[in-house]
C-alpha cells in the first residue's frame, strides 16, 4: 500500500465504530430500536440476521446516508462528516443498475471522489491507485469492460476495488457475498485480511453463515437490535441463531448450522 | 424542384430568414436535449419530465395571457415546478408518482381553462401544444442560446456529481454529497431544456426530443462521453432533417422532427450491434439450433 495509508494510520486505542443508544425508523416503522455497539479497531467484523433485520440500515446509519432519530454515532473517535474519507462503504450489489454506461475503471475511480472533492477531476495518480486496486481484485486486464459485461462476483470484486482506492481506515460492505462465485469470496477475503493487517477495520453484512464463521474475528448477531456480540464461537451458537433468525434456523449437532429460510 | 444533390436544394431555403431562425434553434435545442436528456434517462427521470411538462405549459399560458415572454414565464414555473417535484420526493407516505401525476395533470388542465380567456384560444392551443419553429422570435433565440452555455457548463463542471449520484445514490450518501442537492440541480436542468424546446417541438412532443435521442445513443455506445456524443448528432441531425421534410411537404415541423427521432431511435433499437432486437432474435435462434433435441 501506499505511504499516504501509513500516514494516516489508524488510532488503536479507540474503537473503530461507537454506536449509542441509536433508533431509526421509516416513517413510524422503527428498523433499529435503541441499538449500541461498540466495534474495536483492526478486526474483521460479521453483521449477521435475517432479512429485514435491520442490517443495510445500520450500516447506513453509521456511515451517515440514514438519518438517526434518536441517539449518536462515532466512527473511528469523530462525527462520521469529520472521517469521511477515512470510511468506505460498499453497498449492495442489486442497489445499481449495471447497465449503466460506465467501464470498470470509471467505476473504481468513484473511490476517489470523496478526496477529490468538487471541483478537481480524477488524475494520474487516481489512475495509478485504482489499476493497482484493480490488480489486487484480479480485473486489471477487464479496466476497458462495461460494468454490465461482467459476471456478479466480477461485479462484486469492483466494488471491493472502489472501496480500497480509497485507503479508509473503516470498510463496510453490504451483502458481498451475496450470489457470488468461490473465487471471488476467497478473492475477497484474503483482500479483507490483508486490511486488517494494516490495522484497518472491516464490517461486513451477511446471511451467509458459513463464511462469516471461518473468516470473520467477531460476530454481531442483529435483529432490530444487537442480539448477541462477542467472538464467533460465543455467537455462533444455537440459542443466539435461534432468537436471531427465529423459526428460519435449525441448528444440528453443536456447531453445524442449517438455514432453512431467509 | 431541384435534385436532392444540387446544394441549392440545401441553400436555398435558407435565405429566407426564418429559416435561419428555425434551423439555429433546431441545432441549439437538438444539442441541449442530448446532453440533459442522457441524464434523465440514465436518472430514471422521464416520468418525472412527463409531469413537468404538464405544469409548464401553465406557465406558457399565464405568460401569454399576460403578454411577457412565453420562454421566460414558462422559465419561471419550471424553476418552481422543479423544486415542487424535490419537496414532494421527499413525502415517501404519498407514492412520488401518484402525487407528480395528479397535481401536474390537473394544473395542465388549469391551462386550457385559462387558455380561454385570451380570444384566439384555439389557434394558440395548437401552437403551444405542438411548436413553432418558424415563427421563433430573436429574442427567445438569444435566451436558448444562452440556456445551451448554461447548461453545458454546469455540467461539464459537474460532471462526476451528476454521474454518480445517478449511478450509486448510497455512495454518494455516503461520501457525504446531498443527493437532493444534486437531484435538485438536473431537475432545474430538465426544467430548462422543457421550456427551451416548447417553442422547437412544441409542450405534447418535447418530451421525445428529449428521450429519443439519449435512449437511441445509450444502445449504440458503452461509456456517457460518448453517449452524450451521440445523442447530440442524433438529436441534432434528425431536427435539421425534420425541418428541411417540413419545408419542402408543408407539414408542421415539431411532430415531423419528433417523427424522424422517432423513426432513428426504431431503426436503431432494431438493428443496433450489441443491444438491438434482430441482434437477440439471431442470438436465441442460434442458440436453440445448436441445442440438441430432447
Not at chain 1, 205 to 229: G, I, K, M, P, W
Request: aromatic share 6%.
Amino acid at each position: 500500500m501506499s505511504t499516504a495509508a501509513t500516514a494516516s494510520a489508524p488510532n488503536h486505542t479507540q474503537p473503530a465504530v461507537s454506536v449509542e443508544h441509536i433508533t431509526v425508523a421509516y416513517g413510524a416503522q422503527v428498523v433499529i430500536d435503541d441499538v449500541s455497539l461498540t466495534l474495536p479497531p483492526a478486526q474483521i467484523i460479521g453483521l449477521i440476521g435475517p432479512n429485514g433485520a435491520g442490517k443495510t440500515t445500520l450500516l447506513k446509519a453509521i456511515v451517515g446516508a440514514q438519518r438517526v432519530l434518536k441517539g449518536q454515532v462515532r466512527v473511528l473517535g469523530q462525527p462520521i462528516n469529520a472521517v469521511r474519507q477515512r470510511v468506505a462503504y460498499v453497498p449492495q450489489r442489486g442497489d445499481v443498475d449495471w447497465s449503466f454506461p460506465l467501464s470498470v475503471l470509471d467505476v473504481v475511480l468513484m473511490g476517489r471522489y470523496g478526496r477529490l472533492g468538487l471541483w478537481r477531476r480524477p488524475g494520474s495518480h487516481d489512475r495509478e491507485l485504482a489499476l493497482h486496486a484493480l490488480e489486487q481484485v484480479r480485473l486489471v486486464k477487464r479496466r476497458s469492460c462495461q460494468i454490465g459485461e461482467l459476471s456478479g462476483g466480477q461485479q462484486q470484486r469492483v466494488f471491493l476495488a472502489r472501496a480500497l482506492v480509497q485507503e479508509a481506515d473503516l470498510l463496510l460492505l453490504d451483502e458481498p457475498f451475496n450470489g457470488i462465485d468461490t473465487t471471488t469470496q476467497s478473492v475477497i477475503f484474503d483482500l479483507l485480511c490483508a486490511q486488517r493487517r494494516l490495522g484497518r477495520t472491516v464490517f461486513l453484512s451477511t446471511h451467509d453463515l458459513h463464511s462469516v464463521e471461518q473468516n470473520c474475528d467477531q460476530l454481531v448477531a442483529f435483529n432490530r437490535r444487537v442480539v448477541a456480540f462477542g467472538p464467533v464461537d460465543q455467537v455462533f451458537t444455537g440459542p443466539v441463531l435461534h432468537s436471531t433468525f427465529g423459526s428460519n434456523v435449525a441448528v444440528v449437532g453443536e456447531h453445524q448450522t442449517l438455514v432453512i429460510r431467509q | 424542384m431541384s435534385g436532392l444533390f444540387d446544394p441549392a436544394t440545401f441553400l436555398l431555403p435558407l435565405q429566407q430568414p426564418f429559416m435561419q431562425n428555425a434551423l439555429v434553434a433546431v441545432v441549439l435545442v437538438g444539442l441541449l436535449c442530448a446532453l440533459i436528456g442522457t441524464f434523465v434517462v440514465l436518472r430514471g427521470l422521464a416520468f418525472v419530465g412527463e409531469a413537468m411538462r404538464h405544469a409548464i405549459f401553465v406557465g406558457v399560458v399565464l405568460s401569454f395571457l399576460l403578454g411577457g415572454s412565453l420562454l421566460g414565464g414558462a422559465l419561471l414555473v419550471a424553476l418552481l415546478v422543479a423544486w415542487l417535484i424535490g419537496v414532494l420526493g421527499r413525502q415517501q407516505r404519498i407514492g412520488e408518482d401518484t402525487a407528480i401525476g395528479v397535481l401536474f395533470s390537473a394544473s395542465f388542465a388549469l391551462g386550457i381553462v385559462l387558455l380561454n380567456f385570451a380570444r384566439t384560444g384555439v389557434r394558440d392551443l395548437a401552437t403551444m401544444l405542438l411548436g413553432n419553429v418558424l415563427g421563433i422570435a430573436p429574442f427567445d433565440l438569444a435566451l436558448t442560446a444562452g440556456v445551451v452555455v448554461v447548461a453545458l457548463v454546469i455540467i461539464g463542471v459537474f460532471f462526476k456529481e451528476l454521474v454518480l449520484v445517478a449511478f450509486d445514490p448510497a455512495l454518494a450518501l455516503a461520501q457525504g454529497r446531498s443527493v437532493v442537492v444534486w437531484d435538485g440541480l438536473l431537475l432545474v436542468l430538465l426544467a430548462l431544456a422543457l421550456t427551451t424546446a416548447f417553442q422547437t417541438v412544441g409542450n405534447l412532443l418535447v418530451l421525445a426530443l428529449l428521450l429519443a435521442p439519449a435512449t437511441t445513443a445509450r444502445l449504440l455506445t458503452r461509456r456517457i462521453g460518448p453517449m452524450i456524443g451521440v445523442a447530440m448528432v442524433v438529436a441534432v441531425s434528425s431536427g435539421i432533417v425534420g425541418l428541411y421534410i417540413s419545408y419542402w411537404r408543408n407539414v408542421p415541423t415539431g411532430p415531423t422532427i419528433v417523427l424522424v427521432c422517432g423513426a432513428v431511435f426504431g431503426i436503431t433499437l432494431l438493428c443496433a450491434p450489441e443491444h438491438g432486437v434482430m441482434r437477440n432474435v439471431a442470438r436465441q435462434w442460434r442458440l436453440r439450433r445448436s441445442v440438441p433435441p430432447a
